[in-house]
Nanobody, 122 residues
C-alpha cells in the first residue's frame, strides 16, 4: 500500500508563511514527480508546484515567486514553503506523487493525499 500524508496546513494571516509537508510511504522504489495541487470551493483543481526528478521545479502562475517546492527523495517527502500568503491562496492543498515505481513489481501509478486545509484570513 502506498499512502501520502500531508501536514502543516492551518490558519495564517495575509502576508504570513506556512510550510506544508507530504510523506509518501509504502513499497516505493522511486517516484518520478511529486507536487502540490489546490482546490478552492467553486474552482478547478490547479497546479501549485511540481518537482520532477533531475529537473527544475514548475510553479503555477498564481504562486510564482512566493512558493518554493523541495524534495527529499531519500525520505520520499516533498515540502511546500509558502510565503507572502494571500487570501486567494485559501484552498485545500493536495499532495501528488506521479510515476511511482513499486519495489514489488515493475509498474507505475499515481497517488494523491487526502488534502490539508490552508486558510489565509485576517
Amino acid at each position: 500500500q502506498v499512502q501520502l500524508v500531508e501536514s502543516g496546513g492551518g490558519l495564517v494571516q495575509p502576508g504570513g508563511s506556512l510550510r506544508l509537508s507530504c510523506a509518501a510511504s509504502g513499497n516505493i522504489f522511486s517516484i518520478y514527480a511529486m507536487g502540490w495541487y489546490r482546490q478552492a470551493p467553486g474552482n478547478q483543481r490547479e497546479l501549485v508546484a511540481r518537482a520532477i526528478s533531475d529537473r527544475r521545479p514548475t510553479y503555477g502562475d498564481s504562486v510564482q515567486g512566493r512558493f518554493t517546492i523541495s524534495r527529499d527523495s531519500a525520505k520520499n517527502t516533498v515540502y511546500l514553503q509558502m510565503n507572502s500568503l494571500k487570501p486567494e491562496d485559501t484552498a485545500v492543498y493536495y499532495c501528488n506523487a506521479d510515476g511511482v515505481v513499486l519495489t514489488t513489481w515493475d509498474h507505475t501509478s499515481e497517488y494523491w493525499g487526502q488534502g490539508t486545509q490552508v486558510t489565509v484570513s485576517s
